[in-house]
C-alpha cells in the first residue's frame, strides 16, 4: 500500500506577532456584520475559520468567546502554518475551539462560514494576496465571508476586506479616536491588494482624500468630542461617497466605533 501524499499546506511561514486584544475590532465587526448569518445557519455548528493566527492562541481564544456570545454552538478552528505555533495552541483546545496546521487552502472538514486572516497577506507579494484571496472564496461556504485585514501593532487602527464567493464586497476602516491625526493615516493599513493603490489617479487615494477634507471641515465637532466629529465626517461624507450608512455595517451604531464601511466597488482598482 503507498502512504497518501502529505499535501504541503500553501503560504509561507512569516512572523508571528500578535496580542491580547489587537484584534477586538474585527471581532465586534465580525459579531455584528456576520452574527446574523451565523445565526441563520442551517449548520447546527457553523465553522469559523481564524488564519495565521501567530505566536499565540490568543488572538483565536477572543474571536472564540466573542462569537460564543452571537451563537452558542459556533465552532472556530485556528489555522496556522507553523506546526510549532499548533503545538503551541493546542493546549488550549476546549469543546469548540481547536487548533490545526494549514495554509490558504483552509484545511478544515466543513467548508467555513466565515475566515478571518488578519496581518496574515501583508507579508506577500501584491499578486500572490490575488491569488491566494482566490484560493480561499472557492473554499468557503457558498454564502460564506472572509475578513482579511491588517492593523497595527496594539490594533488602534485597522483596515479589512471582506469577500464572499463572488469576490471582494466592501473595505472597512477602523479606528482608535486617539490614534490618528487625520483618516488618511489609515492608509498605512490597507490590504496588500490595495495598498500600492493609494496613489492619485486611484479611487482609494480619492475617498481617502475627500475623507480628510470632510474631516477637516468638521474640525468644530471636535469640541463635543472626537466620536462626534468622526459621525458626522461619515454624514458629509455620504453626500458623496457610498459609505453603509444603515446596520449592520453603517449608520451612527458603527461610526460612534470609529469605524466606516463602504463598497468595494467604490474604492478598488
Ligand atoms: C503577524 S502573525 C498574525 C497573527 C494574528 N493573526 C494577529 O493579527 O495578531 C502572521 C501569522 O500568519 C502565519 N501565516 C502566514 N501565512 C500563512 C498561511 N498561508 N496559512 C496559515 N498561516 C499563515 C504566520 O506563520 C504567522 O504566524
Redesign the pocket.
Known sequence: MTARPVRR???????????HN??RRSDRWISAVCGPLLRSSADARPLVVD?????SHI?TYELFTRLRRVHPAVEVVG????PE?VAAAKPYEREGLSFRR???ELPVARSPLVVRA???LR?YAEAEAWEHWDLMRSRIAPDGVIVEGT?SEVGHRAVWAALGAEGPRTLTFAARFTGFERPSDLAERLPKTLIHRNVPGERVHAFLTDWDRAWAACAPYGSYGSRQRWIRTAEALARDWPIATAPPAGGPARWRLGELTLPWTAVGP
Open positions: 499546506p500553501i503560504g509561507a511561514i512569516t512572523r508571528g506577532t500578535t496580542g489587537r484584534l488564519l495565521g493566527y501567530g505566536a488572538t489555522v496556522e502554518i507553523d505555533r494549514g495554509g490558504f488578519f496581518n496574515v507579508q492593523c
